[in-house]
């Protein structure tokens, strides 16, 4: 089967760093995305991994470890209108371009 | 900017009706594909599509039909619509291999 795990929910503090976890199970592996979506509206792009290692994008960074089945999405310096929910995203090998999402995290930043 | 344009923010139906939720996209994108979202069940394939007039069946495409006409347009059909298809729905549009890009979703309410 498919399967893809992450939090449900998390707390953080404005300012500070938070990683959220996603570990993935699926019919081969060909890369792995992270969306935001804010409350009411669509999901947006954050990043994406399909080798093994850290991709840096301003204040957002993803990790993909493919033997381990695991990825995390690291935030640094919190802000208020980083709270939204986290989707995870998996391409899997042959699937002609279709994700299976996760069920997202949604990470409240408190002041 | 790209762009991915659902025809109704909000849409009321009633049990019964057959209802049409459109989708458009101006980046020539292959793929098309339609999701719905709901509360602690994440994102859920309904139905994608490679190619003008082609079309793939996802994980829930019991209730539901589509239509891909044009390369463009990628429309979702719920032949008779009943309450339990009360959800957000979400379209989204990629290159073969690249990440989604999606429209700012439809809320439709059957009552």
Known sequence: GQNIDQPTEMTATEGAIVQINCTYQTSGFNGLFWYQQHAGEAPTFLSYNVLDGLEEKGRFSSFLSRSKGYSYLLLKELQMKDSASYLCAVRGRGSQGNLIFGKGTKLSVKP | ?111
């Open chain 2, 1 to 111: 900017d790209v762009k991915v344009t659902q025809s109704s923010r909000y849409l009321v139906k009633r049990t019964g009706e057959k209802v049409f939720l459109e989708c458009v996209q101006d980046m020539d994108h292959e793929n098309m594909f339609w999701y719905r979202q709901d509360p602690g069940l994440g994102l859920r394939l309904i139905y994608f599509s490679y190619d003008v007039k082609m079309k793939e069946k996802g994980d829930i495409p019991e209730g539901y039909s589509v239509s891909r006409e044009k390369k463009e347009r990628f429309s979702l059909i719920l032949e008779s619509a009943s309450t339990n298809q009360t959800s957000m729905y979400l379209c989204a549009s990629s290159r073969l291999s690249y990440g989604y890009t999606f429209g700012s979703g439809t809320r439709l309410t059957v009552v």
